[in-house]
Structure formats: C-alpha cells, structure tokens
C-alpha cells in the first residue's frame, strides 16, 4: 500500500519542510487567504479561543517561525480534506511545548486549523 502524503491538493512533506525549518513564507503559502486558525491552550481555553484569520494569523506564524526553537512534526494522519499531526518543539533553555494539530484543507490551500498546545511551566 502507498501512503498518502497529500490531503485536499496539500503536499504534506512542504508543510513538513515549512514548518521543522521555521519557512514563514513557505508555510504561509499553503494557507487559504481567509483562512481561520484556532489555538486553545492555558491561556485560551476552549470556552474562549484564540481566533485568528488573514493577516493575523499570518503574524501568528511569522512570529511564531522567528522564535528561536526546533519543531518536529509526528504521528501524521493524512485523510482526503483532513491533517492530523503531532508537533514537538523545544526552546534552547530546554522549555518544551506539544501541540495537536487539525487541518482542514481545499483545492490545496489549508482553510482551517485546531491547535490545541501545552508548555513546560
């Protein structure tokens, strides 16, 4: 059996790339321009989100592609319009986040994501 790497037209191994090598540009071009992203964590909960669409959720990657820190995408489900993914980052001090990740994706463009994240305190 072949596995797939695309769901929707989205060449998973790119969003790989884009992400383990903080590319804000190329990851940023997989992403609908209307796209919505989702975080919950500690300080957004699920009763109240953090929302962010175009040119926020742009600023929420490049900012988060800037910060000094290693990202390790696992434990990849790719379905037909849907991603699932696990990824593990780690700052130099040794402070660890984990995040579950959803994505939504059309005609090759992801157009919704869940980011639900926990970090070392």
């Not at 797939?4 to 992400?19: M, P, V, Y």
């Not at 964590?41 to 900012?63: C, H, M």
């Amino acid at each position: 059996m072949t596995e797939q790497k695309s769901a929707g037209g989205l060449d998973f191994e790119t969003l790989r790339r884009a992400r383990e090598q903080r590319d804000a540009d190329l990851l940023l071009s997989l992403y609908a321009d209307d796209a919505e992203v989702r975080v919950v964590d500690r300080s957004t909960p699920p009763g109240s989100p953090r929302v962010l669409r175009g040119q926020e959720a742009a600023e929420y990657w490049r900012d988060t592609c800037a910060r000094d820190m290693t990202h390790h995408i696992e434990n990849e489900v790719i379905g037909a319009e849907r991603v699932a993914f696990n990824e593990a980052c780690e700052y130099p001090d040794g402070t660890k986040v984990l995040a579950a990740e959803t994505l939504d994706v059309r005609d090759g463009k992801i157009v919704s994501e869940t980011i639900v994240q926990a970090w070392d305190e």
